[in-house]
């Protein structure tokens, strides 16, 4: 049982504030925004600095709107200085939902040739977060990547090919579109899962259909965010009750694969040539 609600300060200060003020307002047993500095969790979308002063504040949780802004060092440097002390959240959209959901709760055992996904978001800033969260919902239902390599990459695109266990072929690709939008295709000897994400509106179920001998099921619709899933496991964290799957310590080897791939962001780069002329 929750002990809550939690208090929370919101200081993304970007795209991402309104998007997670709207999830939280729908968790009111579990979290209440406020602008103190001793709040028990912060959201944060800035620099390793940034994040590490949050850390000094003594806050049980930071959410990382967006981690991809980080290098290998920064969440080695991170990690070392959380320890137990403080839980570094990642809020992921895929991962999440295909997780709660029953129907993908034997996949890894599966016999699967193809692993296909595509994103489609918003920004090309946003290309590393989509590799993110293809690679999160790949483990999750195959249970492993390898042998990652970049086929095509530019501005508004990337396409990765990778394998996974029994010799299942990825393909991870993302495009720049005005959708907000993932979709993947699972195809196995026996049974086939297309799945379908929608993020334009946060309460917007997944759909995700499993077809075998049988014929067709879909699963029920969940009008429930992945953002808003890892919220409310975070409050269940913050009491100790449970330990929250979402976290950077369980994703570092995967952000540490999208900055190899990808390289390191374009604002980034932005950021360092600013400083440089500074």
Same mark, same amino acid.
Not at 7 to 35: C, F, K, M, Q, Y
Not at 127 to 137: M, N, P, R, S, Y
């Given at each position: 049982?929750?002990?809550?609600?939690?208090? &929370?300060?919101?200081?993304?200060?970007?795209?991402?504030?309104?998007?997670?003020?709207?999830?939280?307002?729908?968790? +009111?047993?579990? !979290?209440?925004?406020?602008?103190?500095?001793?709040?028990?969790?912060?959201?944060?979308?800035?620099?390793?600095?940034? /994040?590490?002063?949050?850390?000094?504040?003594?806050?049980?949780?930071?959410?990382?709107?967006?981690?991809?802004?980080?290098?290998?060092?920064?969440?080695? #440097?991170?990690?070392?200085?959380?320890?137990?002390?403080? $839980?570094?959240?990642?809020?992921?959209?895929?991962? +999440?939902?295909?997780?709660?959901?029953?129907?993908?709760?034997?996949?890894?055992?599966?016999? !699967?040739? $193809?692993?296909?996904?595509?994103?489609?978001?918003?920004?090309?800033?946003?290309?590393?977060?989509?590799?993110? =969260?293809?690679?999160?919902?790949? #483990?999750?239902?195959?249970?492993?990547?390898?042998?990652?390599?970049?086929?095509?990459?530019?501005?508004?695109?990337?396409?990765?090919?990778?394998?996974?266990?029994?010799?299942?072929?990825?393909?991870?690709?993302?495009?720049?579109?005005?959708?907000?939008?993932?979709?993947?295709?699972?195809?196995?000897?026996? =049974?086939?899962? =297309? /799945?379908? &994400?929608?993020?334009?509106?946060?309460?917007?179920?997944?759909?995700?259909?499993?077809?075998?001998?049988?014929?067709?099921?879909?699963?029920? +619709?969940?009008?429930?965010?992945?953002?808003?899933?890892? !919220?409310?496991?975070?409050?269940?964290?913050?009491?100790?009750?449970?330990?929250?799957? !979402?976290?950077?310590?369980?994703?570092? =080897?995967?952000?540490? *694969?999208?900055?190899?791939?990808?390289? +390191? #962001?374009?604002? /980034?780069?932005?950021?360092? #040539?600013?400083? *440089?002329?500074?």
């Amino acid at each position: 049982m929750i002990a809550g609600p939690f208090t &929370v300060n919101i200081d993304a200060g970007d795209s991402d504030d309104p998007l997670h003020s709207g999830v939280l307002a729908t968790l +009111p047993e579990h !979290w209440r925004v406020v602008e103190a500095d001793d709040a028990a969790a912060v959201l944060t979308a800035g620099s390793a600095e940034e /994040i590490a002063a949050a850390m000094a504040a003594d806050h049980k949780a930071i959410v990382l709107a967006d981690p991809t802004r980080l290098g290998p060092e920064d969440i080695e #440097r991170l990690l070392a200085r959380a320890r137990d002390k403080v $839980i570094l959240a990642v809020p992921l959209e895929l991962g +999440p939902r295909l997780a709660a959901d029953a129907l993908t709760s034997g996949t890894k055992t599966g016999g !699967w040739s $193809i692993f296909d996904s595509l994103g489609q978001v918003g920004h090309h800033d946003d290309l590393h977060h989509a590799l993110l =969260e293809q690679l999160t919902a790949a #483990r999750l239902l195959l249970g492993g990547v390898e042998q990652p390599l970049v086929l095509q990459q530019s501005d508004t695109h990337y396409v990765v090919s990778a394998k996974g266990p029994g010799s299942a072929a990825f393909t991870l690709a993302a495009c720049v579109t005005r959708r907000r939008h993932f979709s993947i295709d699972l195809v196995g000897t026996t =049974e086939r899962f =297309e /799945i379908d &994400v929608d993020l334009r509106a946060m309460a917007a179920p997944m759909t995700l259909t499993r077809y075998d001998a049988n014929g067709a099921v879909r699963s029920w +619709p969940v009008h429930q965010s992945g953002h808003r899933l890892v !919220w409310a496991e975070l409050a269940a964290a913050i009491t100790g009750a449970t330990e929250t799957a !979402w976290s950077l310590r369980r994703m570092q =080897e995967d952000l540490k *694969l999208v900055r190899r791939l990808l390289g +390191p #962001r374009d604002d /980034i780069r932005r950021r360092s #040539r600013a400083c *440089l002329v500074c």
